[in-house]
T-cell receptor, first 114, second 113 residues
């Protein structure tokens, strides 16, 4: 049981490049989410999903796309990277169907956009 | 709208001293409240959570937190801090029915030997 895994751990992009941050979980969790963490701002929700084929926007969705074709995977796509997207990105998952379940976090991806 | 405030950005305590990290929330109904810890370069780990019932909740690593509805607070406490507790601590509130979590800005704890 690997929990929540994220790849890559580190990434450097040039402005305008695109990339996909991968997230996978093996706990059969319905709910998955992406956060970004910036100094002094805590974690802010980018997008979330309550099941395969269902996604919704969080607090800071602009510049990011997501899809959820399987229960296990929830990739985050940056179509045209900008320096403002330099951040640490965390993926999390939890059981759905009951409010307030614990979220399990991946180890994070540190992204730098030059 | 839900919000979480952690008024202390940095806290420094001596090893063996007691600790209290403050968390205030704004929410229209009974909230679901969490404390997470993040060690340097790591993801977040759940310390404890409050859904309902007993307002004093026990967590891992000797931490506890008390839910005070009248003060809209959920402060984290530990009677004796260890050097390994140095980390960043996040308070979060769960929004009922939406599966969204709102995090505070975090409190960075430094422990002096």
């Amino acid at each position: 049981n690997a929990g929540v895994t994220q790849t890559p751990k580190f990434q450097v992009l040039k402005t305008g490049q695109s990339m996909t941050l991968q997230c996978a979980q093996d706990m059969n969790h319905e709910y998955m989410s992406w956060y970004r963490q910036d100094p002094g701002m805590g974690l802010r929700l980018i997008h979330y999903s309550v099941g395969a084929g269902i996604t919704d926007q969080g607090e800071v969705p602009n510049g990011y796309n997501v899809s959820r074709s399987t229960t296990e995977d929830f990739p985050l796509r940056l179509l045209s990277a900008a320096p403002s997207q330099t951040s640490v990105y965390f993926c999390a998952s939890s059981l759905a169907g009951r409010d307030g379940n614990e979220q399990f976090f991946g180890p994070g991806t540190r992204l730098t956009v030059l | 709208a839900q919000s979480v405030t952690q008024p202390d950005i940095h806290i420094t305590v001596s090893e063996g001293a007691s600790l209290e990290l403050r968390c205030n929330y704004s929410y229209g109904a009974t909230p679901y409240l969490f404390w997470y810890v993040q060690s340097p370069g790591q993801g977040l780990q759940l310390l404890l959570k409050y859904f309902s019932g007993d307002t004093l909740v026990q967590g891992i690593k000797g931490f506890e937190a008390e839910f005070k509805r009248s003060q809209s607070s959920f402060n984290l406490r530990k009677p004796s801090v260890h050097w390994s507790d140095a980390a960043e601590y996040f308070c979060a509130v769960g929004a009922s029915g939406t599966y969204k979590y709102i995090f505070g800005t975090g409190t960075r704890l430094k422990v002096l030997a």
